[in-house]
């Protein structure tokens, strides 16, 4: 019957993060034909992302913290509330404003549906079987990929609305699913919420996420004279000091600062900022592809089908694995298969099979580190009471590496023509693989939880 019960959770948290997962796997073609209807140009447009992007930064502290407080039944169910009204606002948005508020919501309830689902896995599967869960859970992003450009191309026949109002039926079936089968949260004695440390924090992530957002690769040096870009980077140099000094003397804290003082801790964060690296050459593939091979843009897209089946098939068989041999052996080898892809994709991208062979690679790799490895390590070194906070680490951390790796290729790009500087680009990222994965040795087998 427990089995059962769980095989039926594992479902209602498949079916949460695949919601949530297809919007990243459904924006792009999308966008063209949001353009088209609102009449705006590329810049604008991209605010459709952007803003996704902001908000889910700034949902992720403040949901994992409600999660851990008030429990994730609630705080899972609310999230998917508010993505499918943002679809809804999207759908039926009258002008781009009002379409941005809808990608708002989106991405504030976006925020915290895998953190949660993670959690709820921490909280009710045994440590023997998480691994294997988590690992379905990280196979839901390539299957999202599989999916969601079919899904939005057949839509898109009809109208780019539609693709939004999709969500709903699916969003309804999960808040009903969730509802019945997500653990109630028990009644404590709480302290005050440390508001001030989640507006901090807030200022913090959302002002380094427009700062590297607003650097031009075209001409990075000056654009870091951009009063835009330096004052948000100002902000975050004098706002990340006076958080952490705030969580010191907090009943409550947002994060724990002794959680930072576990090296596991440390080190999953640092492999998950990496790993935000090395997903951002995701961007830039069609690219490269373009200009090695002279392909046309969907065809560079479908070239990408390999990545995306490698990420689904990898996904659950490294969850299983890390159930049998601990993090530290999983997150040793998918790391340097990570840098193995990226690398045969600087050294010889240009030739189609070295390609095809490159982008397996990485995505065997992520899909063992992004998916159930470093959710695997924070489930086993932060506290009961704040698992959900810990799963929220994980992405804000990709997150930043995303946006780091994002503007750092670009540049490249722009400062080296042809393919050659998307493969020089590639080979900085892989310099950081290398680095992590020689502190990813100090990781311990079996993390022991922080006391």
């Not at 008030?70 to 948005?93: E, Q, S």
């Not at 992004?370 to 086993?380: T, V």
């Amino acid at each position: 019957m427990h089995e059962t019960a769980n095989r039926g959770l594992l479902f209602t948290l498949f079916l949460g993060v695949l919601l949530a997962a297809l919007d990243i796997a459904v924006l792009g073609p999308a966008l063209p034909a949001i353009r088209a209807h609102f009449g705006i140009d590329d810049r604008t447009v991209a605010w459709a992302f952007n803003t996704f992007v902001f908000f889910n930064l700034l949902g992720v502290p403040i949901m994992t913290k409600l999660s851990d407080r008030h429990g994730r039944r609630l705080v899972y169910v609310v999230d998917v509330l508010l993505f499918a009204v943002g679809a809804l606002i999207v759908a039926a948005a009258p002008s781009f404003a009002v379409l941005l508020v809808g990608r708002a919501l989106q991405g504030l309830g976006a925020a915290g549906i895998f953190p949660v689902a993670a959690a709820v896995v921490g909280d009710a599967f045994p440590k023997e079987r998480r691994g294997q869960a988590l690992g379905i859970l990280g196979a839901v992003f390539g299957v999202a990929f599989i999916i969601g450009p079919i899904l939005a191309g057949i839509l898109l026949l009809v109208d780019w609305r539609f693709i939004y109002v999709a969500y709903v039926p699916l969003a309804v079936l999960v808040m009903i699913l969730g509802a019945r089968q997500l653990p109630r949260s028990t009644a404590e004695d709480r302290q005050p919420l440390d508001l001030w440390g989640l507006v901090l924090l807030g200022v913090v992530l959302v002002s380094l996420a427009y700062g590297i957002n607003r650097l031009d690769a075209s001409d990075l040096s000056a654009s870091l004279l951009d009063p835009r870009v330096w004052s948000s980077f100002l902000l975050v140099a004098v706002g990340l000091p006076l958080f952490i000094r705030l969580e010191r003397k907090a009943p409550d804290p947002v994060v724990r600062p002794g959680l930072f003082s576990n090296r596991q801790v440390v080190i999953a964060c640092g492999l998950a900022a990496v790993a935000g690296l090395h997903e951002s050459a995701f961007i830039f593939l069609p690219a490269l592809a373009i200009e090695a091979f002279g392909v046309s843009n969907s065809t560079a897209s479908f070239m990408l089908m390999p990545l995306v089946v490698s990420i689904v098939i990898a996904s659950p068989i490294a969850g299983r694995v890390l159930d049998r041999v601990g993090s530290r052996s999983v997150v040793l080898a998918c790391q340097a298969i990570l840098v193995a892809g990226i690398g045969v994709l600087a050294w010889r991208g240009e030739q189609i099979e070295f390609f095809y062979l490159g982008t397996i690679l990485l995505g065997t790799g992520l899909a063992g580190i992004m998916g159930p490895a470093l959710s695997y390590i924070l489930l086993g070194a932060a506290n009961v009471a704040e698992r959900g906070v810990s799963q929220g680490l994980i992405t804000l951390f990709i997150s930043v590496g995303q946006l780091l790796g994002g503007a750092a290729v670009g540049a490249i790009a722009a400062s080296v023509a042809g393919e050659l500087g998307y493969r020089t680009g590639f080979a900085a990222i892989a310099v950081a693989g290398v680095i992590i994965w020689l502190f990813a040795l100090a990781l311990k087998k079996r993390p022991r939880p922080i006391t």
